[in-house]
């Protein structure tokens, strides 16, 4: 999912010491100053662009680290993708093709029938989830340009390498189903979408991960925890509307990305207990920069706001809000024992302190922009996707 609450990622940086090398491990200074946070939005925008590019700020020693921890990743890693005859395609839910023609129009329009009860607004959200899963070329792109973990010849044996080519097969269905399935709904607006999902993938991604998998991994376990929440959310508001199909899909897709989490997430718990200063300021960085969601980059050729529209719908009906942004944190710190992480010294330990207090931080922030917000009047926006029908934000 693309959505996430906005904060000035000036407001939670650790001030530069003053060189620029692009060769280094994380180094804040000695002491995190916090000025005062900025008024943000509860509904989610794009961040600003990072002040300072960095590529590839991984240490060299520790790209051996990644090649040592290859047996660990066989056996804790790949276990977490399915065979693939064992996996669902998106024809399991879609219509049968091979019924006879009359069979396959009764299916198709008994989509249609269930589709008419859901409202424009939902497909906002779901033509936003499906092309944020279509621009899985970037995401691939992005992954396998991590130092240490990259498929160095396109078909690599290493675990690391098959984990993220297998990793990519499973999520490449997501976005044809979804594709399909509003394809057949008739509610959208096939011709917009598509340019949008060719915009997004020439436009690319920005998540701040400077080619270092500590950074790139830690991104990936909080994003696609948002991912699951988000089509979860999308499959709850489907069955109550009547779509029990569409609730099943959603659903289906929420299951998957939740599986790839947990696999993201393990190994940055790996790092925790193998390099616990170095997972722990990659964590910080991460959190300082904000977490940016893939999609940021949206557009239509139309709306140069669509990213920030979408999300302001997501955040209206609940798919994913301000206070999911929030609840992820807690829940990684949790998954990851952050409190608890001893023996870190230092510039360790401030980043510790920084990550584990921020969740409070931002809850209170959501909270004085909810407030801003119920006093503002509604704005309507239309969306290219659903035909420029108006939604309100």
């Avoid at 993708?81 to 399991?92: D, G, H």
């Avoid at 940021?296 to 990213?307: A, N, V």
């Avoid at 584990?356 to 503002?376: N, Q, V, Y």
């Amino acid at each position: 999912m693309q959505a996430s609450l906005y904060l000035d990622t000036k407001a939670l940086a650790w001030p530069s010491r003053g060189h620029t090398s692009t060769h280094h491990s994380f180094q804040p200074t000695p002491t995190l100053r916090f000025r005062p946070m900025p008024p943000v939005s509860a509904v989610a925008t794009s961040p600003p662009p990072l002040t300072r590019q960095k590529t590839h700020s991984l240490p060299p020693e520790k790209v051996e680290l990644f090649k040592s921890l290859e047996g660990w990743a066989s056996q804790t890693i790949l276990p977490f993708l399915k065979p693939v005859e064992e996996c669902w395609q998106p024809s399991t839910f879609l219509p049968d093709q091979s019924l006879p023609r009359e069979e396959f129009m009764d299916r198709v329009r008994a989509l249609r029938d269930r589709t008419d009860g859901l409202p424009d607004e939902y497909f906002v959200v779901l033509v936003g989830d499906m092309i944020t899963e279509e621009a899985l070329p970037t995401y691939q792109s992005m992954i396998n340009g991590l130092d240490g973990v990259r498929d160095e010849t396109g078909a690599s044996s290493s675990p690391w390498a098959r984990w993220t080519r297998a990793w990519t097969a499973e999520e490449n269905r997501h976005g044809d189903l979804l594709k399909t399935y509003l394809y057949l709904s008739g509610r959208v607006d096939m011709f917009k979408i598509e340019k949008t999902i060719q915009y997004l993938i020439g436009a690319g991604m920005e998540p701040g991960t400077e080619n270092n998998p500590y950074l790139g991994f830690v991104y990936t376990s909080f994003q696609e925890r948002a991912t699951f929440i988000s089509h979860g959310n999308t499959a709850r508001l489907a069955k109550d509307r009547g779509d029990p199909v569409l609730a099943r899909i959603c659903g289906t897709i929420a299951s998957d990305e939740r599986r790839h989490e947990f696999a993201y997430s393990k190994i940055v718990e790996k790092l925790l207990e193998v390099d616990p200063t170095g997972a722990m300021l990659a964590i910080a960085d991460m959190m300082r920069k904000k977490i940016t969601m893939p999609a940021h980059l949206m557009y239509d050729g139309e709306d140069p706001k669509l990213f920030e529209h979408f999300a302001a719908v997501a955040q209206r009906l609940g798919v994913y809000t301000a206070h999911d942004y929030a609840d992820i944190l807690e829940f990684l710190i949790g998954r990851w024992r952050l409190e608890k992480l001893e023996g870190l010294m230092g510039e360790g330990k401030r980043a510790q302190d920084f990550v584990c207090s921020l969740a409070p931080r931002i809850r209170r922030l959501e909270e004085r922009a909810d407030e801003r917000a119920r006093k503002m009047e509604p704005q309507g926006v239309k969306f290219s996707w659903i035909y420029n029908k108006e939604v309100l934000l």
